[in-house]
């Protein structure tokens, strides 16, 4: 069966500084017509940061479509300052833990969520982090506090319900496989 739906109009809802939102009317592979309302991103990465001492660093922060504070890894968009997401990794790294890498290194790539948005991030491993010799600012509104967890500590969060964001429990499993 061929699953795809033909896009026959599009509307603009609205254009964002992060995102934008469109509503779709689509024509559906039996014929009929349906709508979708789609959210569009520039894409983002997150990063598996881990200290010489192999403990991973994390940040708190308010989270308003949440309205609590999370536990997350270092993450951000990809914009107008980054060639591709490669340097989007060494920008957020300075912006929110103030470190730069010593290596790099793709992991792999997911949609954060396909009902409703493109968004596409890649996660990406950083090691040998030394501290940054000149920070760039955050941006604005942004509060985080930094801290490091041990893989046990980080894996006990998780089992806790302290840490719910799906990108930092995908880079914490993927730690765990690490370890084997």
């Known amino acids: 069966m061929d699953f795809e739906e033909k896009v026959i109009g599009t509307e603009k809802i609205y254009?964002?500084?992060i995102i934008n939102v469109e509503k779709q009317t689509v024509k559906l592979p039996d014929g009929q017509t349906s709508f979708r309302e789609i959210v569009h991103h520039s894409g983002a990465v997150g990063i598996l940061a881990l200290t010489h001492d192999n403990k991973i660093i994390l940040e708190k922060q308010w989270r308003a479509p949440a309205k609590k504070t999370t536990i997350e890894i270092p993450a951000g968009k990809v914009d107008?300052?980054?060639a591709n997401f490669h340097d989007?990794?060494?920008r957020e790294l300075n912006e929110e833990i103030r470190y730069v890498p010593n290596t790099v290194k793709e992991l792999y790539g997911f949609y954060s969520?396909?009902?409703f948005s493109d968004e596409y991030m890649k996660l990406y491993l950083a090691e040998g982090l030394k501290p940054v010799a000149n920070q760039l600012p955050r941006d604005k509104g942004e509060f985080l506090e930094v801290?490091?967890?041990t893989?046990?500590?980080a894996v006990a969060?998780?089992?806790d319900g302290e840490i719910q964001d799906a990108k930092t429990i995908?880079?914490?499993?993927y730690w765990q496989l690490m370890q084997k």
Request: charged share 30%; net charge negative; glycine share 12%.
């Open 157 to 159: 969060m998780i089992a």
């Open 15 to 17: 254009d964002g500084a």
């Open 151 to 153: 893989l046990d500590e």
């Open 80 to 82: 107008g300052r980054d």
């Open 170 to 173: 995908t880079a914490i499993q």
């Open 113 to 115: 969520s396909v009902g």
């Open 147 to 149: 801290f490091e967890k």
């Open 88 to 90: 989007t990794v060494i």
